[in-house]
């Protein structure tokens, strides 16, 4: 016997994978450079040079028994040191060793922190749409739900009226996303400080903290002049969920974190309470390697080059507007989230396939009528692709 809730979520895969393994079996039939995969966001862009070179030198240089050993839980304190320092110095915060905890990347960072802050069956998280689809599994998995909110479907923004309507005594986090996977929106400093002040008050009705949970993996894809603003400063009761898998480009190799903000009431519980739930999920340790190499990032300040998803955004935007195509321009994050042409995103994810091209419906992201186009892609494949977009667009708004 196995658990039919595991069962499930083995078997019925993320939409998401689903399309990427599709894609994988075409490219073996027409070829590679003819399937215009825009499914999955993998960053297309490699680590800085500068990353490579410091792995290299750790591996040839370091103890390997000492590189390759098991860490403390949280992570070494060489690591979490060096990162407490490299955000001081970016956003002048206060923070040390003792606010963060490693982990094996923001889906580790959330899935810890949502098992660490779910009291009982009843208890709630709340994320705004369009949302990351794994929010889902890791609510549930964590023993409590996920409750959708619908954003201001103009600009993607929170709809401010509708969350406080949906916070009740079950709440016990709201999970931000800026910039946002799949909009590209990013929240203003405004919007983080009306949010603060709604779940501030929310927090006193209620009868315990309310916590913000801000998912950050694209923090550093920010293609305009105003900074991501930092939700500690605005909010105690805040927790940071970050990621080196799009800054640095290292998705496969499982890196990130989760930072707890220095006026967060009842620190130490929740801290201990991360560990805790870190520790049942079997993460031992973020892996060491790693560890080590975000510390020299951190340390030498490296920074994604984002001159490549800019122009590809410029591209796509254009090219697709151009036909009629209906979108925000993104702000940050690789992601262009489109208004499917005849309203219906699975409808035309399908049809896209005719053209051998691999976009999400916006079903996934709790909007099913739009359509996400990952533009981590090369730029060649967003020239080609364009023709295939244009004859869509006419088949589906006759
Ligand atoms: N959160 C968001 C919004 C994402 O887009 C992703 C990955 O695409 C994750 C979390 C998970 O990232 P990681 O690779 O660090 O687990």
């Given amino acids: 016997m196995v658990s039919k809730d595991m069962l499930n979520l083995g078997r019925v895969r ?8 599709f894609g994988r079996k075409r490219a073996a039939i027409v070829g590679e450079a003819n399937i215009y995969d825009f499914s999955i966001g993998n960053p297309s862009v490699p680590p800085p040079e500068k990353l490579t070179s410091e792995m290299v030198r750790l591996l040839n240089t370091s103890d390997p028994s000492a590189l390759h050993g098991y860490t403390s839980a949280p992570g070494a304190n060489e690591t979490r040191d060096a990162i407490a320092d490299n955000l001081n110095r970016r956003y002048g915060t206060n923070f040390s060793r003792r606010n963060l905890y490693i982990t094996c990347g923001a889906a580790a960072a959330l899935t810890s922190v949502l098992r660490a802050l779910t009291v009982d069956r009843d208890t709630e998280f709340i994320a705004i749409a369009p949302y990351f689809p794994e929010y889902g599994c890791f609510a549930a998995t964590a023993g409590g739900k996920l409750v959708v909110v619908e954003p201001d479907m103009e600009h993607f923004q929170i709809d401010f009226s509708a969350l406080a309507a949906t916070i009740n005594t079950h709440t016990q986090g709201v999970i931000i996303n800026s910039p946002n996977n799949p909009s590209g929106v990013i929240y203003s400093a ?8 709604l ?3 929310k927090s006193a009705e209620v009868g315990h903290p309310i916590y913000l949970i801000s998912d950050e993996p694209y923090r550093e ?5 105003s900074p991501v603003p930092f939700v500690t400063d605005a909010y105690d009761a805040s927790i940071v969920s970050y990621s080196y898998s799009k800054s640095l480009s290292l998705p496969g190799d499982r890196i990130g974190y989760v930072l707890i903000g220095n006026d967060m009431p009842d ?9 805790g739930s870190a520790r049942i999920q079997g993460y031992v340790c973020a892996p060491s390697l790693l560890q080590k190499a975000i510390a020299r990032a951190a340390e030498l300040d490296l920074m994604p080059d ?8 410029d591209a796509l935007y254009e090219g697709l507007t151009a036909f009629g195509y209906r979108c925000m321009p993104p702000d940050g994050a690789f992601y262009l989230f489109l208004e499917a042409p005849g309203g219906d995103g699975d409808a035309f994810a399908e049809a896209a396939k005719d053209e051998d091209i691999l976009i999400v419906s916006g079903r996934s992201f709790g909007c099913p009528s739009y359509l996400r186009v990952a533009y981590c892609v090369s730029y060649e494949t967003i020239i080609n692709a364009l023709p295939g977009f244009g004859r869509l667009y006419q088949r589906f708004s006759k």
């Fill in 14 to 21: 993320s939409a998401i994978r689903e399309l990427f393994e």
């Fill in 190 to 197: 405004e919007t983080i400080r009306t949010l603060a002040d």
């Fill in 199 to 201: 779940l501030r008050q």
């Fill in 221 to 225: 894809l920010n293609y305009t002049d």
């Fill in 267 to 275: 620190f130490d519980d929740i801290y201990d309470a991360i560990s």
């Fill in 306 to 313: 984002l001159s490549s998803y800019k122009k590809n955004r």
